[in-house]
């Protein structure tokens, strides 16, 4: 099916680790794979996406990488901070949808 | 710019109820969303409009309906709540087409007893 698997569902770090979340999708075809933050009581922001003919792309301490064969793409945080804190989602665009398909989110607690 | 709004932010309903959430953007988009969220089950896409006078189905539409009211509102309908749509219910809009960021509104709180 157009699913897309996320995990782990949560992570722990202590403040200055890095932190990695990972998802895999079904659809060799798919072009868009976008990460969300979403901080309590708010709604998810896009923090960081990439496309299907680059392998990474980073902003500042965060990094998505994909991997294409595999069908599976990672969010990257370094010198993670308790700002950081927030559950993450990733998702992809399946083709032929014009809607996007996201994962289950990970809790992401940064310990100070 | 308020970017998308969303009314009410928290709503309790019998079952049977019906109510309609309503949505706005000021960004000119001309795609909405409607999602729900639940816990472990992330972001379940419900309804889309990909333009105005346009609505699709998504992945859960079943009890609700949409109304793309015009290019800036996206209004859910719920007809006869059930507890099983208990669930934090989020709007988002984006320019046209699937890989554009999607800005989301901050979500209402429903609770059907």
């Known amino acids: 099916g157009e699913n897309v698997e996320q995990h782990p569902s949560t992570l722990s770090v202590q403040e200055g680790d890095s932190a990695v979340i990972k998802c895999t999708y079904s659809?060799?075809?798919?072009?868009?794979f976008p990460w969300y933050k979403q901080e309590l009581g708010k709604g998810p922001q896009l923090i960081i996406d990439?496309?299907?003919?680059?392998g990474e792309k980073k902003d500042q301490r965060i990094a998505v990488t994909l991997n294409k064969t595999a069908k599976h793409f990672s969010l990257h945080i370094t010198e993670t901070q308790p700002e950081d804190s927030a559950v993450y989602f990733c998702?992809?665009?399946?083709?032929?949808?014009?809607?996007?398909?996201f994962g289950s989110g990970t809790r992401l607690q940064v310990q100070p | 710019n308020a970017g998308v709004t969303q009314t009410p932010k928290f709503q309790v309903l019998k079952t049977g109820q019906s109510m309609t959430l309503q949505c706005a953007q000021d960004?000119?988009?001309?795609?909405m969303y409607w999602y729900r969220q639940d816990p472990g089950m992330g972001l379940r896409l419900i309804y889309y409009?990909?333009?105005?006078?346009?609505?699709d189905k998504g992945e859960v539409p079943n009890g609700y309906n949409v109304s793309r009211l015009n290019k800036r509102e996206f209004s859910l309908r719920l007809e006869s709540a059930a507890p099983s749509q208990t669930s934090v219910y989020f709007c988002?809009?984006?320019?046209?087409?699937?890989?554009?960021?999607?800005?989301f509104g901050p979500g209402t709180r429903l609770t059907v007893l």
């Open positions: 988002a809009s984006s320019e046209v087409g699937g890989d554009n960021e999607q800005f």
């Open positions: 659809d060799s075809a798919s072009n868009y």
């Open positions: 990439i496309r299907s003919n680059v």
């Open positions: 998702a992809a665009r399946y083709t032929g949808r014009r809607a996007l398909t």
């Open positions: 960004m000119n988009h001309n795609s």
């Open positions: 409009s990909a333009s105005e006078g346009t609505t």
